[in-house]
């Protein structure tokens, strides 16, 4: 019998602070019907689900269903915690395209693909300079170099990830917690996966294949890593389940300082002293001059 990832034990109270975006939702609806995905923004989209008149539906179709099952979903989730399994029965369409990032929007009214960017944008050379004095650091920043170093035009893009990357380690934490890597060729074993995690098929820094797993199922499929690390972030709100231990500096600094998600409890001292050296680091953002509670 698998084990099960710790839940909430009512739905998340977070006093909610909106993105940076009035025009999030609408954003989104956009996207889910347009025919094409930007590349740098990708999800391995999954067939709509068959109508009654046995003909798929439409990306609209699949979002205004996903908009009006919202409450009951909600309900579903946060009282009756059924496992991630039975949500893929019930709601398959929660796991098909942009549709988990767009239910943490409808969670918590942030977008949270376009919050993260944008902040990555801001800190993530604030954040690189502060790691190369971090030991352990080395071999994503080596990595990191050479992949900037083949694709320039893709700097700022392989900037976030590596920020992204880095992150745990400044919070004395680690990354494999987060992100496992595995052959090209080897097949994603879901067995004895329970909080989320994303699998790297390859190398992170050149692969274009990322496995979100939960509680032993196979989520989703992503070929980019900030869309992917975006989504395991939301599961953790879209199925009301608690951070683990070994990621609490993570995900706080993530919800409370990236996020400005909050919920009553303090920023943990790791987390406040980074924000604190990004202050330092005359990092114009967000933070400066706000409570880091």
């Not at 070994?246 to 600094?253: C, D, I, Q, R, S």
Request: proline share 6%; net charge negative.
């Amino acid at each position: 019998m698998s084990q099960r990832a710790k839940r909430k034990t009512a739905m998340m109270t977070a006093e909610v602070v909106p993105g940076p975006s009035t025009t999030a939702l609408e954003r989104t609806v956009k996207e889910a019907v347009n025919i094409e995905i930007s590349p740098e923004k990708k999800a391995k989209v999954s067939s709509g689900e068959s109508s009654s008149s046995g003909e798929e539906k439409s990306p609209e179709e699949i979002q205004l269903y996903m908009e009006e099952t919202f409450d009951i979903r909600r309900t579903f989730i946060t009282m009756e915690m059924p496992t991630v399994a039975t949500l893929k029965e019930t709601y398959p369409q929660l796991f098909q395209g942009r549709q988990m990032l767009a239910e943490f929007q409808r969670v918590t009214n942030i977008d949270i693909d376009h919050t993260i960017q944008e902040y990555c944008v801001k800190y993530a050379n604030a954040i690189i300079d502060i790691a190369k004095h971090v030991s352990g650091s080395n071999p994503i920043l080596r990595q990191a170099d050479t992949i900037k170093q083949q694709n320039a035009a893709l700097k700022q893009y392989w900037d976030m990830v590596t920020a992204l990357c880095l992150v745990p380690l400044l919070l004395k934490e680690n990354l494999v917690e987060m992100v496992r890597e595995i052959g090209e060729e080897d097949t994603v074993d879901p067995k004895g996966k329970i909080v989320p995690i994303l699998v790297s098929k390859g190398p992170l820094f050149h692969s274009d294949e990322f496995v979100l797993v939960v509680e032993e199922e196979i989520v989703q499929e992503f070929e980019e890593f900030t869309i992917a690390f975006a989504t395991l972030f939301a599961s953790y709100w879209v199925f009301n389940m608690q951070y683990p231990k070994t990621l609490h500096n993570t995900y706080n600094f993530m919800q409370k300082s990236v996020l400005q998600l909050r919920d009553g409890s303090p920023l943990p001292p790791p987390c406040k002293q980074l924000v604190q050296r990004l202050q330092k680091a005359g990092v114009p953002g967000q933070h400066k001059g706000k409570n880091t509670r």
